[in-house]
């Protein structure tokens, strides 16, 4: 499989190097060159393939021959030690798990593939050492220094905003040790995402060492998002209902990722893009015009995103045609005031407690399911409550109980180095 770039048909690389890149020139995502179909049967005979197997299909034609069967596999299985159950919250609706992972979150999904895809690379031999740079509010960070924890020649540089991030997410971050370093910005996280762009256009950085970026712009990062469709389907297929799928949105590569694995055959009739007060999408199905603004904050904050990255990467898939695109997505907005309502509820009626971004995605698809009734309704559940301890049990009147994981690594000892400023960080970059 090539990738093209979104500004330029007629640059194509292979699929390592759209890893090895992250972006193309100009700023400008890749895009594979086809979307391939998967057979009929294999969706009717999905229950009798693993979440490995299933996994493998779905990605083998995006990776083609340049990772070997057999490395492939062992990537996937990797990545994919945990579960991705379907809970069900009432009738006609349910919530896809997707924290039961090592950080909490969806994105060691997406993290564990691409480390595990570029640590392939780097051992097969002539990329030479490569260094991960990434800036991050929460998330993203836990999720690539796990997925990058041992790789073997890659080292990980994480910044983070100090005093910004929850503790869960700081311990996550600071207490791996390894080839795993995080630097404590003293700044917010523009400061932080600053500093690293400036980095990759550091010529005298560049000589020095190859950097390369986590973020869920990279094919290998948002791709292996796919899966989780597939794994719900597969719960699902006995419903006999028309299937829609409500996906927390920030950055749109989960849900973009969602919507090619129906284009590649997979049975989902229609998506909501479920949004906070970040609603560039919301106001562009309403007006058709696409406006994008400051992201403002929010008690979902891994949604705070003005300008969603991989939205382009939907239109692609609808040729840029609007009817086409808002006959299967839809998309609304909330309030933090409303997600905390929801939140309440949803533990009052059915004692199932969601974190602010799953309690985003249960509105979006209470609306949509009002004027769709013949739909059964599934809303992504993109990060454990306990991510979001404070908001939570401040809502729900409870304590959240801690798993045992989180528990050990709040017990473990927070290393970091600050940094007030650029220099400072081309000081250790050049180290
Ligand atoms: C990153 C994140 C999202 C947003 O996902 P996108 O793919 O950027 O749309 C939603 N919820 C949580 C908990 C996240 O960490």
Redesign the pocket.
Known sequence: MKYRSLNDKNHKVSFEDAVVRGLAPGKALYFPEDIPKLSPDFFQNLDKYSKEEIAYEAIKAFVGDEIEKNSLQEILKKTLNFEFPVVPISENIGTLELFHGPTL???DVGAGFMAGCLGHFVKKGNLGKITVLVATSG?TGGAVANGFLGVEGIDVVILYPKGKVSEIQEKQLTTLGQNITALEVNGNFDDCQDMVKKAFSDSEISAKRQLTSAN?INVARWLPQMFYYFFAYKQLAEKKAKLAFSV????????CAGMLAKQMGLPIDHFIASNNENNVVTRYLKSKEYAPKQSVQTISN??D?GTPS?FVRILELFDNEFNSLSQQLSSFSYSDDETRNAIKEVKQKYNYVM?P?GAVGYLGLQDFLAENPEYYGTFLE??HPVKFLETVEEVIGEKVEIPDSIKEVMNKEKKSFEISDYAELKDFLMR
């Open positions: 979150a969806f994105k998330d869920s927390p949105s920030g950055n749109f590569g989960n849900i891994a949604m995103v991989n974190d971004h993109t990060a």
